[in-house]
Nanobody, 114 residues
Framework: QVQLVESGGGLVQPGGSLRLSCAAS????????VGWYRQAPGKQRELVAV???????NYADSVKGRFTISRDNAKNTVYLQMNVLKPEDTAVYYC????????WGQGTQVTVSS
C-alpha cells in the first residue's frame, strides 16, 4: 500500500519560514518524480515545485527564489523549504509522487497570517 505522509505545516507570520516533509512508503521512491502542490480555498490545485528522479527541479513562478524543493532518497522523503512566506501562500499543501501511476498525500495546512 502506497502512503505519502506530509508534516510541517502550521501558522506562521508573513516573512517567516516553514519546512514541509513528505515521507513515502510502498513505492520505489528513487525512481519517482516527486513534488508539492497546493490548493487555496475556492481555487484549483496548482503546482508549487517538483524534483524529478534525476534531481532536476521546477518551480511555480510565484515561489521562485523563496521555496526550495529537495529529496533524500535514502529516507524516501521529499522536503519543501519555504522562506519569506506571504499571505497568498496560505493553502493546503499536498505531496505527490508520479511515474506511470500517481499518488497523493492527505495534505497539510499552511497559514500565513499576522
Amino acid at each position: 500500500q502506497v502512503q505519502l505522509v506530509e508534516s510541517g505545516g502550521g501558522l506562521v507570520q508573513p516573512g517567516g519560514s516553514l519546512r514541509l516533509s513528505c515521507a513515502a512508503s510502498g513505492i520505489i521512491f528513487v525512481i519517482y518524480n516527486v513534488g508539492w502542490y497546493r490548493q487555496a480555498p475556492g481555487k484549483q490545485r496548482e503546482l508549487v515545485a517538483v524534483v524529478d528522479r534525476g534531481g532536476s527541479t521546477n518551480y511555480a513562478d510565484s515561489v521562485k527564489g523563496r521555496f526550495t524543493i529537495s529529496r533524500d532518497n535514502a529516507k524516501n522523503t521529499v522536503y519543501l523549504q519555504m522562506n519569506v512566506l506571504k499571505p497568498e501562500d496560505t493553502a493546503v499543501y499536498y505531496c505527490n509522487a508520479r511515474l506511470r501511476d500517481d499518488h497523493w498525500g492527505q495534505g497539510t495546512q499552511v497559514t500565513v497570517s499576522s
